[in-house]
């Protein structure tokens, strides 16, 4: 007799939240993004590398993306099959298209300037997409964990 196993389907989780667009509300989407990927049992080292993403996204969506009493939300999409998280930032100014710094590398002492540098190095891969009537999405992949076996 022949038994097969049986097949857990693949499971996809999402978290979002509306946050206040200010530095307060910045800091406050990268504790609960750690909170929930740490509820979710994502390994310590993928946490890591999200949550500087996360503070980045957000910080740039609080100080560029900002327009007087709009928020910003925060998104995470964990994909189990696949391994991907997708972290997701979306603000109001969606003419204010983030761009990878073409300018010289920052001094050491510069307070800014390497957010998208930081982004760019953690993130599989990312970009931005619109978000009518006005706004823009800047979003960022990385993989957490080995796809399940299908």
Same mark, same amino acid.
């Given at each position: 007799?022949?038994?097969? %196993?049986?097949?857990?389907?693949p499971?996809?989780?999402?978290?979002?939240?509306?946050?206040?667009?200010?530095?307060? !509300?910045?800091?406050?989407a990268?504790?609960?993004?750690? !909170?929930?990927?740490r509820?979710?049992q994502?390994? %310590?080292a993928?946490? $890591?590398? *999200?949550?500087?993403?996360? *503070? $980045?996204?957000?910080? =740039? *969506?609080?100080?560029h !993306?900002?327009?007087?009493?709009?928020?910003?939300?925060?998104?995470?999409?964990?994909?189990? *099959?696949?391994?991907?998280?997708r972290i997701?930032?979306t603000?109001?100014?969606g003419?204010?298209?983030?761009?990878? =710094?073409?300018?010289p590398?920052?001094?050491?002492?510069?307070?800014?300037?390497? &957010?998208?540098l930081l982004?760019?190095?953690?993130?599989?891969r990312?970009s931005?997409?619109?978000?009518? %009537? &006005?706004?823009?999405?800047?979003?960022?992949e990385?993989?957490?964990? $080995?796809?399940?076996?299908?």
């Open positions: 007799m022949h038994v097969t %196993p049986p097949h857990l389907a499971c996809v989780r999402a978290f979002s939240q509306l946050l206040s667009s200010t530095r307060r !509300g910045a800091r406050l990268r504790l609960l993004a750690v !909170g929930q990927l509820a979710w994502v390994p %310590p993928a946490i $890591e590398r *999200a949550e500087q993403i996360v *503070a $980045e996204l957000a910080a =740039n *969506a609080a100080l !993306g900002r327009v007087q009493d709009r928020d910003f939300r925060v998104s995470l999409t964990l994909d189990t *099959a696949t391994g991907a998280l997701a930032v603000d109001a100014r003419e204010q298209l983030p761009r990878e =710094n073409t300018k590398e920052p001094t050491p002492d510069a307070e800014e300037g390497r &957010g998208l982004v760019t190095a953690l993130a599989d990312w931005t997409d619109p978000y009518p %009537p &006005g706004g823009k999405t800047v979003w960022a990385l993989r957490v964990h $080995e796809p399940s076996p299908g």
